[in-house]
């Protein structure tokens, strides 16, 4: 169900007697055989409903809006169940079969004839986690969908809650609207489970992005995919980041000393997910070494409680005085070099808004040459414009931040959006 490949930024290295970073890029292909179904849905999906969503650019409507459209994209053997928030939380759909659609999408109607109020999310995240678990199945894609315009009122209990439902298999994917909302925060309550976040500066493009993310639930076939590494004498993991199909941080768990175990969550049909291994390796002779042995497991589909695992796959290094053998891979290093851009992004957002303007500078400019480099120059002119904006106003403005960050975890990108 799973093939795995694995390679290093460099697969000789230098025998200098120091210790030395090296990058391991591992990528896991989903196989799904002929006849494989899709997992069906176990979702919930969380509407804000606090009074910034009535204004003008009619946000309460075009939410409302997605909702039904993921309704009628759903099917009899889907659950649904559909929470609204404002200051507390009110369940408008308990937990049902997608049988009668247009209930369903009545009552998801109503929502505006509730009151509004003001923004705090763990309520909807609380509640929806409870109607999840009415059907919570790992035969199933329990997934949480919320969708907020504001910050809210409770960031540590909205990060307590994502941290302990996904323990238990409920993920949640976040969306947010406009630029007054906490990016870092939905950002990492999506990656604590391997969901997605979305940054939507319209919100006429809201039911949109709900039907991108639908339809990729839908192609669900493998659960709770976890990568682990069995590292040899020597070998240290600094850091773990996914890398495509977006970057995203991952949890990781050391299970013993040379153990790590990375949770990569759910894989669709035909999506690979590559994971980029930070490692520093300790000085040795010439000669060939076995630095660490990769194995994927996952849940076996169609057979519940039974896992699957893939063969070890050893990952093997060659130590040499030779300079003419230190050749470094090309695709390994693109995909750093994209990684560290959304680093420096990440960092660098984070000091302008502490008022560090000169570290803050110092960064970006970094990550624009990295972004020009590796040939994305949309990634390259939304960084240049902040660092324009932080020279001229000493500050980044909110939707610049935003763009910048969206663009900054993508791998992929367009030629075609280099002709503007």
Not at 298 to 314: N, V
Request: proline residues 5%.
């Amino acid at each position: 169900m799973i093939r795995i490949e694995a390679q290093c930024s460099r697969e000789n290295l230098p025998a200098t007697g120091e210790s030395m970073a090296n990058y391991l890029l591992v990528k896991l292909f989903p196989a799904a055989g002929e006849g494989t179904p899709s997992l069906p849905l176990n979702l919930a999906l969380v509407i804000d409903n606090s009074g910034s969503m009535y204004g003008s650019d009619r946000r309460i409507a075009h939410a409302i809006e997605a909702a039904c459209h993921v309704v009628d994209m759903m099917g009899p053997r889907d659950i649904v169940s559909v929470v609204g928030f404002h200051d507390v939380a009110r369940t408008f759909v308990s937990s049902t079969p997608v049988r009668d659609k247009n209930a369903i999408k009545g009552a998801i109607r109503s929502l505006p004839s509730w009151e509004a109020g003001g923004t705090r999310m763990a309520t909807g995240m609380r509640e929806a986690c409870r109607e999840v678990r009415r059907q919570l199945s790992r035969e199933r894609v329990n997934r949480v969908l919320v969708l907020t315009d504001g910050n809210t009122a409770d960031p540590e209990e909205c990060e307590s809650i994502a941290e302990r439902e996904t323990r238990d298999g409920i993920v949640f994917s976040t969306f947010g609207v406009g630029d007054d909302w906490n990016q870092p925060l939905l950002s990492k309550i999506a990656d604590l489970g391997r969901g997605r976040w979305y940054y939507i500066d319209a919100p006429a493009a809201i039911p949109g992005i709900f039907q991108q993310e639908l339809a990729s639930l839908q192609k669900t076939f493998l659960n709770d995919v976890k990568l682990t590494a069995v590292l040899k004498r020597g070998v240290t993991v600094k850091k773990v980041r996914l890398v495509e199909p977006e970057i995203a941080d991952l949890v990781t768990s050391q299970v013993s000393e040379r153990e790590v175990v990375v949770n990569v969550g759910s894989m669709e049909r035909d999506v690979p997910a590559f994971v980029l291994f930070h490692l520093s390796l300790a000085s040795r002779q010439p000669g060939q070494y076995r630095i660490a042995e990769l194995l994927v497991s996952y849940d076996r589909p169609g057979r519940p409680g039974e896992r699957a695992r893939t063969e070890p796959l050893p990952v093997v290094v060659t130590y040499t005085t030779d300079p003419a053998q230190l050749w470094q891979n090309g695709e390994v290093l693109r995909y750093v070099d994209m990684e560290h851009v959304d680093s420096m992004v990440r960092q660098g957002t984070m000091l302008a808004a502490r008022g560090e303007k000169e570290r803050a500078t110092r960064l970006l400019s970094a990550a624009a040459q990295v972004a020009d480099r590796t040939g994305d120059r949309k990634k390259t002119r939304l960084i240049q414009a902040a660092l324009h904006e932080l020279d001229a106003a000493g500050q980044i403005d909110r939707r610049t931040q935003l763009a910048m960050a969206d663009r900054a975890r993508q791998t992929r990108f367009m030629p075609e959006e280099d002709e503007e």
